[in-house]
């Protein structure tokens, strides 16, 4: 293996947010090229990210949507396991795209295991009940797959990016999954709070 330049290492970490060690092996796989170090890391990075959520995220940083008419706001609180990757602009975008996406797209609970059983069985009886008057084959289905798509309108994990054009349709899962693969942590969406004039 060729012998790494811990400039280029140091470079490597502040592109990717990945640890030292994890970038010097990259780059020497990569016998030095930037790029293709940075593709092994994210590669790594995808495989490991579920191995990443059962460690503790301390760190973290707090970003804040006040919408154009001053009617909306929004904080929200992302965490990550260490102070580099709290300060890490990718990070900080992440965290302000995600206020400015719970201004719009108003979730009110972060993921569905949060969603109370019997706010979900009230949901489905009222559902069953709109689907009566189908063919009684399908009506399971139906109901299923509305109550599927009450839980993504919401659950802010479920939901689709309100810039789907940016994010090619991905969910906010999807685009946090893929941050903990690039930083190589564990990033956790962990609470926020959403404030309307008048609600």
Not at 28 to 33: H, I, R, T
Request: charged share 35%; glycine share 6%.
């Amino acid at each position: 293996m060729s012998q790494v330049a811990a400039a280029d290492v140091k470079a490597l970490r502040e592109r990717t947010g990945a640890g030292m060690m994890d970038c010097k092996r990259a780059l020497e796989e990569a016998q030095g090229d930037m790029e293709r170090a940075t593709e092994i890391l994210r590669v790594k990075g995808r495989a490991q990210a579920a191995k990443r959520t059962e460690r503790e995220a301390a760190e973290g940083a707090i970003e804040c949507y006040l919408h154009f008419n001053r009617r909306v706001g929004v904080l929200v609180e992302v965490g990550c396991e260490t102070d580099f990757v709290a300060r890490n602009e990718e990070l900080i975008a992440f965290a302000r795209d995600l206020a400015a996406h719970i201004a719009h797209a108003d979730p009110r609970y972060i993921a569905a295991s949060e969603v109370p059983e019997e706010e979900i069985a009230s949901e489905r009886r009222v559902l069953e009940e709109q689907a009566a008057d189908q063919p009684e084959q399908v009506r399971e289905r139906i109901t299923e797959g509305r109550l599927r798509k009450w839980l993504e309108e919401i659950v802010l994990l479920d939901q689709q990016h309100i810039n789907s054009e940016r994010y090619g349709k991905k969910t906010i899962e999807e685009l946090r999954a893929e941050l903990a693969a690039k930083t190589g942590e564990n990033i956790v969406i962990r609470r926020f709070a959403r404030f309307a004039i008048g609600s």
